[in-house]
């Protein structure tokens, strides 16, 4: 595409988009700012990265409206937007080449149950596994070694790389990814504890149902509810390595970071962001847009939309960063009170004698 291509794109998708330096140059290719050369695209969506305008060698480079690049539009040309990160994001798009998942048809291999629907233009892999009853909708793409197994949906244009596991009843939307080695709808870890000290399992009778376009990162476990649905909202994006316990329920649009335990019926409200290593005690609730950072731990529900998160156990920024600044000054506060101590000491002594 040349520059100007590039332009008349963005333009469609952002209200003004301006172009400064020359337009006719092609680029080939998106690159980082700090390894970019000749004929490739980059961008600053940070002030740090700033410093690089002096020295990068990318044709052009996808900015901030405020980034003042006179200084710098006789060897890079610019593209000014009011958001350079969903700009160069909408850019890849338009390079980036789709993977071979799974070629078209289905594979030789491949086992297919009794009174399986499957859509049209469907892509199914060597020694995939389908149950009985599934419906696979159109379009969709499973790689190879994946499991299905019986009375699973699966959405239009949804997309399993290899060795997903779906066990029984998993209802999944539209649009979907699932990446490998994930596995949704294994039991829920419920067991009753006896007087003898072992434990009965607990039947986990329930399904998960994930909405439409949902992306769920590699070796990531979604539990079967016990009873009812775990359930996944519409456009929720799960990162690797995650745990969600059985009968959450987690709002459209939220974002979970790698490493996160979610336990047992825990809700959490549209748009929340949740940090990595993050730590969520079962039956309580987040409210909407609650954002959490890495490696908290939270013990009780907060119902106050908005509110941002941190710490062990996790409080509200704020009240969170006063106690670490309480904490940081223990050692001088003990300091003190140990010389007011003695003070008091010797005062006493001289009154007595």
Known sequence: MTILEIHEYLQQL?????????????ITAPA????????????????????????TEAS???VHNSVNVDEYS????????????????FLLQKFSIPRTIAPKGIAATASIGQNVTIGE????????????????????????????????VLGDDSVFFPSVICYDGTTIGKRVIIHSGSVIGA???????????????IPQMGIVE?????????????????????????????????????????????????????????????????????????????????????????SKSFLQPGLVLRGYPAQPMRDQLKHEAMSR???SMKEKLDRLERELTALKTSSEG
């Open 32 to 55: 980082k700012i700090e390894t970019a050369q000749k004929g490739e695209v980059s961008f600053v969506a940070n002030e740090k990265y700033l410093k690089f305008l002096a020295t």
């Open 329 to 331: 000054n223990l050692g």
């Open 210 to 298: 994930i909405g439409d376009d949902v992306e769920i990162g590699a070796n990531t476990t979604i539990d079967r509810a016990t009873m009812g649905s775990t359930v996944i909202g519409n456009g929720v994006k799960i990162d690797n390595l995650v745990q969600l316990a059985h009968n959450c329920r987690i709002g459209d649009h939220t974002v979970i970071a790698a490493q996160a335990g979610i336990s047992g019926s825990v809700t959490m409200g549209r748009q929340c962001v949740i940090g990595g290593q993050v730590g969520c005690a079962g039956h309580l609730e987040l409210a909407d847009r609650t954002q959490v950072a890495a490696q908290a731990g939270i």
């Open 14 to 26: 952002f209200d003004v988009v301006a172009l400064v330096g020359n337009g006719d140059a092609v």
């Open 121 to 152: 233009g469907v892509s199914i892999g060597e020694y995939v596994v389908i149950g009985d009853r599934c419906t696979i909708g159109r379009n969709c793409v499973i790689g190879a070694h994946t499991v299905l197994l019986h009375d699973v």
């Open 60 to 62: 052009l480079l996808i």
């Open 74 to 89: 006789h060897k890079t040309s610019f593209l000014k937007v009011a958001d350079p990160y969903s700009a160069f994001v």
């Open 187 to 201: 039991d829920g870890f419920g067991f009753a504890p006896q007087k003898d000290g072992s434990y009965v399992k």
